[in-house]
């Protein structure tokens, strides 16, 4: 058993950590897995940070920087925003509350000091402060009680969310459908998040310590990772790189909103989604757990096991599933065949891979201007 001192629940019994001293589980992920996407657990997330936008001019000034209409949102509504470079490329996502007074963006843990520092040099004469403010708050993953329980569970005791006024400081995540002014790449009809249930609340330390000194129920993040994984959900920290926009994760799904106003990066995503295509797309994987291995973030994804397989994309994220077993998220290109079983390289192993497409090839096009000859091209 490994303990870390930065967990508030290192004593309990099982607990091996994680990278960040969190729990990555209490000796039964498949378990902890079942019970926290029954509201029955919760899970201690030690990869997140806090940043705090006050000030009268907070949410246009947030509104004229990033993807979602932010300017006219209420006290107490989640949302997501991202920021994006001129290019249109992802560069930050954040999960987006506000209370009246201050806007609290919850992004992962290691970005929260970047985009503290962005933000403030984008501050001008305007009237707003920043201020990163990981170290005054604990971050609490839960779902909501019986979100896929049959029969109906008793739920956990409430987390003990800080307040903000009235405002308890729980960010509800908007995946569980499409956002206005957004739009779903991925088959609505069938989509896994129709169930998700999650959300983040934000604890003093004091009360954190507290909670793990009661006998509420807890889950690793290996739990949260598979049900994450099992619901389509892209995250900053494993889905993206440096040419990543956000058709290629179906993230105008739920953090960009369509019509607003301009925004650094707006002409590529209005351009990709009216009259393009995205260059790559998510896609869940089924992976063959006959030989017991796993990949990991960044190994490559085939076209096929033969000589003439060729290299199409590249593992995001990997977890087991305690329904649908080991399964994984990639990005894969566009041209990808989307009905054919695909490959993972791990070493000098290949693991057969089911494809679920998320994103399809056609995604993008909305607008369905049709394509021109190029000029001096032959007619046949």
């Known amino acids: 058993m490994s303990t870390d001192s930065r967990s508030a629940f290192a004593a309990r019994p099982g607990f091996v950590a994680d990278p960040t001293g969190v729990a990555a589980h209490y000796g039964n992920p498949l378990s902890e897995q079942r019970g926290l996407e029954a509201g029955r657990s919760i899970v201690e997330l030690g990869d997140r940070g806090v940043v705090t936008v006050t000030g009268p001019d907070r949410l246009s000034w947030l509104n004229s920087l990033t993807s979602q209409s932010l300017d006219h949102l209420a006290p107490g509504v989640s949302t997501e925003t991202l920021l994006l470079d001129p290019s249109g490329r992802l560069e930050q996502a954040a999960r987006v509350l506000d209370d009246g007074e201050t806007t609290w963006l919850l992004v992962d843990a290691a970005e929260a000091p970047v985009l503290s520092a962005w933000l403030d040099r984008m501050r001008f004469m305007l009237r707003v402060e920043v201020a990163d403010r990981s170290a005054d708050f604990a971050t609490v993953g839960s779902f909501a009680p019986n979100g896929a329980a049959e029969p109906p569970v008793p739920a956990v005791p409430p987390v003990p969310a800080a307040q903000a006024g009235d405002v308890p400081l729980v960010w509800i995540d908007p995946w ?10 991925a088959d609505d009809s069938v989509h896994p998040a129709h169930d998700w249930t999650y959300r983040e609340a934000l604890v003093a330390p004091a009360d954190l310590e507290a909670l793990a000194a009661s006998e509420v129920p807890v889950a690793g993040v290996l739990a949260l990772e598979a049900l994450r994984i099992a619901a389509w959900r892209p995250r900053l920290a494993t889905e993206a790189d440096e040419r990543t926009i956000p058709h290629e994760l179906d993230w105008l799904r739920s953090a960009v909103h369509l019509s607003k106003g301009c925004y650094r990066g707006q002409e590529t995503v209005a351009k990709v989604h009216n009259l393009g295509h995205p260059p790559r797309r998510l896609v869940m994987l089924h992976l063959d757990g006959s030989d017991n291995v796993m990949p990991a973030h960044g190994d490559v994804v085939l076209d096929g096991a033969g000589p003439d397989a060729r290299e199409v994309g590249a593992i995001t994220s990997v977890g087991t599933h305690h329904e649908l077993g080991p399964i994984a998220l990639a990005v894969v290109k566009r041209s990808t065949d989307p009905t054919i079983d695909l490959v993972v390289r791990v070493g000098e192993s290949l693991i057969a891979a089911g494809q679920e497409v ?23």
């Open 176 to 185: 569980s459908t499409i956002a206005e002014g957004g739009v779903g790449y």
């Open 358 to 380: 998320v994103v399809p090839p056609g995604a993008g096009a909305a607008a369905g201007v049709p394509r021109l000859p190029r000029l001096g091209a032959v007619r046949r």
